[in-house]
């Protein structure tokens, strides 16, 4: 079984649900016969993840989470980062420094690390642009990314991109989302996630953070038999996010199975109450989705 829940399903400035990151969980029975999951996928840490986390490890079915009445950062053995965004990354720093200095092995001295996982267009540029102002020093000498975390770096192979599994079977492949577009597309890099099911042959489709790119990814988004969808609220010229406006536009088939995220605090004023009916409704958080059962 593959679960997924969303730490928070809110736009980058949004304050009343969080932003949007992701627990993904692989069981080999399931919540209702297990503790914790056997494998664990963080998928982005924004500012306000770890606020979101300490909410999360108090609710039924995820006290793995809990470390006496602190968050048990070393269960989050997998990290995977779309785009550097402080609502994607911010919370990084504090998780790195739990783990290196409240985590301490008592045998080894060593902190604990976990696995940071993205395209090499994010994690050479992770270090030097975010992160390594506020974790650029450890007693006694400079520090890098390593010191912190074991790296993997996925790369592009013609067109197509590496991927990462959890428990074997549950594939995750990467692909370009036109997020920010510089000089031409996909220039400024952020990731999206196609899971997939090896054993059914099953996918989930999870946009990441883009612009309205439908074409790009329609073939996968019928394939999927869910769909997370980041969207935009309001109308902006040359957004970053989708407009609501332009998803309506998506075939009736693809929409119906398409659950819409990253979206503001408005969500629930009146306007769009017309999501549940056209769309399979705003994704809520801190609710476990079932993706593979």
């Given at each position: 079984?593959?679960?997924?829940?969303?730490?928070?399903?809110?736009?980058?400035?949004?304050?009343?649900?969080?932003?949007s990151n992701l627990l993904i969980e692989a069981w080999e029975q399931g919540p209702d016969h297990q503790a914790q999951p056997d494998d664990l996928l963080l998928v982005d840490l924004g500012g306000l993840g770890p606020q979101a986390l300490y909410q999360l490890k108090d609710r039924p079915g995820f006290h793995y989470l809990r470390h006496g009445s602190q968050i048990n950062y070393p269960m989050l053995r997998r990290i995977f980062i779309t785009h550097q965004h402080a609502d994607h990354?911010?919370?990084?720093?504090?998780?790195?420094?739990?783990?290196?200095?409240?985590?301490?092995d008592p045998q080894t001295g060593k902190g604990f690390k976990p696995q940071i996982i993205s395209a090499l267009p994010v994690l050479v540029n992770l270090w030097d642009d975010s992160l390594k102002g506020g974790m650029g020093a450890v007693p006694g000498r400079p520090a890098l990314l390593q010191d912190y975390f074991f790296i993997m770096a996925l790369k592009s192979?013609?067109?197509?991109?590496?991927?990462?599994?959890l428990l074997k079977h549950y594939r995750f492949e990467i692909f370009p989302t036109d997020h920010i577009l510089i000089e031409r597309k996909y220039d400024w890099p952020s990731y999206g996630l196609?899971?997939?099911d090896t054993r059914s042959n099953q996918s989930v489709f999870f946009s990441g953070d883009t612009k309205f790119d439908y074409p790009a990814y329609a073939t996968m988004m019928q394939a999927a038999k869910i769909c997370f969808h980041d969207v935009q609220l309001f109308d902006q010229p040359?957004?970053?996010?989708?407009?609501?406006?332009?998803?309506?536009?998506?075939?009736a088939e693809v929409k119906k199975k398409t659950l819409l995220y990253?979206?503001?605090?408005?969500?629930?004023?009146?306007?769009?109450?017309?999501?549940?009916?056209?769309?399979?409704?705003?994704a809520q958080p801190q609710q476990r989705y079932v993706l593979f059962s």
């Open positions: 079984m593959l679960t997924l829940t969303f730490l928070g399903v809110g736009s980058a400035f949004a304050k009343r649900n969080h932003q990354i911010g919370g990084l720093e504090e998780l790195a420094l739990c783990n290196m200095y409240l985590f301490t192979h013609r067109q197509r991109y590496d991927h990462f599994n196609y899971i997939t040359e957004p970053v996010h989708p407009l609501i406006s332009e998803l309506r536009t998506m075939p990253h979206y503001g605090d408005d969500w629930d004023s009146g306007p769009f109450d017309y999501v549940p009916h056209e769309f399979a409704g705003f």
